[in-house]
């Protein structure tokens, strides 16, 4: 009679393990696909917020250059136009991070950093351990009490 009931114990707590387990699954791929969604979302927002600058910057070096061309045409002096050269320098720069494949060479350079030279990802003192972040939780606690024990005596 007690290993029947036994078994059926260890069937039902093994169909337990097995749901908690397709459960944790589940929530994992959520939480992927949720960090994913929103990681597209901040680049949508990146790129939107680079054409906005592209556009103001647009207008700032056409005033400049027709100020800096009418400068040089009245006063025949160089000087007047050497601000361009820098500006479109910078122009170009916002223009390819709008709407060129800047974006897609920085991804192609972070996946070669990625697999070339993983040695600059690293963290300082490595990857925590649970038993790193446990010690400084402790000691965050031991500094409240101190610090509440001295609040006693002021």
């Keep these: 009679m007690g ?8 069937e039902n707590m093994k169909k337990q393990q097995e749901f908690m387990l397709k459960t944790q ?21 990146q790129v939107a917020r ?13 005033f400049a250059c027709v100020g800096g061309i009418a ?9 007047v136009i050497a601000p361009l050269l820098p500006l479109t320098f910078v122009f170009m720069y916002q223009g390819d991070m709008a709407y060129g494949d800047k974006l897609v060479r920085i991804r192609e350079e ?8 993983p040695h600059l990802l690293e963290l300082p003192h490595g990857l925590p351990t649970f038993s790193s972040i446990e010690a400084a939780r402790l000691k965050q606690i031991d500094e409240n009490r101190v610090n509440q024990g001295h609040d006693i005596f002021l």
Excluded: C, W
């Design 3 to 10: 290993s029947t009931i036994g078994k059926a114990m260890d």
């Design 71 to 79: 400068g040089f045409m009245k006063k025949r002096n160089p000087g």
């Design 25 to 45: 699954r589940i929530q994992q791929e959520r939480m992927l696909q949720m960090n994913n969604l929103m990681r597209e979302r901040m680049m949508a927002a």
């Design 50 to 62: 680079a054409r906005d600058m592209f556009h103001f910057f647009a207008v700032f070096y056409g």
């Design 110 to 117: 972070a996946d070669r950093i990625m697999d070339k030279e």
